[in-house]
């Protein structure tokens, strides 16, 4: 069970994700972040112009497990109590995506924004979203009617230590969510995918 045949080969198809207890987790609070998009035409507004200077937008998120109750939880960034977004962010131009989700990370949920007193582990890129234009509307694909995409999302699996001190600003709040409620669509289109894109992973829950 769990393996198939490709290419005359056996190859494991159930990948293990060790996750640890959301009690093992330090969680403080930091000077807030300056929010440039109010409103989301500033948002389309700010869009365009990166658009116009730089072209297709690269964005990286990372998606963090805990264990609550026996269940695994993702961890979600509220904003102004009023949607949701996983932690990451635009990259720089020439940047790499493992550099520049390790830079917003630390620049996130680190005390120190160079991100030294903290070693993030990046690993596999789970699935893609792509938005065609400067709405809000964003595609697990990249449509065929689309020549030149606006802004792509990667969604990379970041392994937390058994023991880590987030540093959130005062701006944002940091949720646990169980991922048997995410599903729901609650939090977005991008973050309602994420149970699915786990699916392809047993989880282990490691005790203190």
């Known amino acids: 069970m769990g393996e198939e045949v490709i290419n005359g080969n056996l190859e494991s198809t159930n990948r293990v994700v060790d996750i640890y207890p959301l009690s093992n987790y330090v969680f403080e609070s930091k000077q807030p972040l300056i929010d440039r998009d109010e409103t989301l035409a500033e948002r389309a507004q700010r869009m365009r112009a990166n658009y116009a200077s730089c072209g297709l937008r690269t964005r990286v998120e990372a998606v963090l497990l805990v264990e609550l109750l026996k269940h695994p939880h993702l961890l979600l960034l509220q904003v ?70 606006k802004e ?38 991008v973050i309602a995918g994420v149970p699915q894109l786990l699916s392809r992973f047993s989880i282990n829950f490691i005790e203190n």
């Not at 720089?92 to 996130?108: M, T």
């Not at 969604?155 to 940091?174: E, G």
């Open 80 to 149: 102004k109590n009023s949607f949701f977004k996983l932690p990451g962010g635009r990259l720089r131009p020439g940047e790499s995506e493992i550099n520049g989700l390790k830079r917003k990370l630390s620049s996130k949920l680190s005390i120190n924004e160079d991100g030294f007193d903290t070693e993030w582990e990046v690993g596999e890129c789970l699935g893609k979203w792509w938005r065609p234009d400067f709405e809000t509307l964003m595609y697990p694909y990249l449509p065929t009617r689309v020549r030149k995409p």
């Open 152 to 189: 792509c999302t990667k969604l990379f699996l970041v392994n937390l230590p058994i023991t880590q001190k987030f540093s959130v600003p005062k701006n944002l709040k940091m949720l646990a969510v169980p991922l048997f409620q995410i599903h729901e669509n609650t939090y977005g289109p």
